[in-house]
């Protein structure tokens, strides 16, 4: 059974950080692209970064230097760095393993991020 599991998401104040930590069961997680995607109340999904499997990176447009996203394939984990936090970044950051050779795409169930002063 495959499970994405989320940590780290929490209130911070604007200009803050946070680190955000998914640990991935049942893959194979250097056969997977392994991102980070967010939705705001009312707004669609949106890529915050993502991480091929031949290693490389894509951040969202918005991100601009801020978040810079990691793995560990011996841990089976991906994270991602927030800094630079601003009000416009609070949203649900949820985990992502997609295998698109496969039609594999798999979810975790989101932690919550709020950016408040």
């Known amino acids: 059974q495959v499970q994405l599991v989320e940590s780290g998401g929490g209130v911070v104040q604007p200009g803050g950080s946070l680190r955000l930590s998914c640990t991935a069961y049942g893959i194979v997680f250097s056969n997977y692209a392994m991102g980070w995607y967010r939705q705001a109340p009312g707004r669609q999904r949106e890529l915050v970064a993502d991480i091929t499997t031949d290693g490389n990176i894509n951040y969202g447009d918005f991100v601009e230097g801020r978040f810079t996203i990691s793995s560990d394939n011996a841990k089976n984990m991906v994270y991602l760095q927030l800094s630079g936090l601003k009000p416009e970044d609070t949203a649900t950051y949820f985990c992502?393993?997609?295998?698109?050779?496969?039609?594999?795409?798999?979810w975790g169930q989101g932690t919550q991020v709020t950016v408040s002063s």
């Open positions: 992502n393993a997609r295998r698109l050779r496969y039609s594999l795409n798999y």
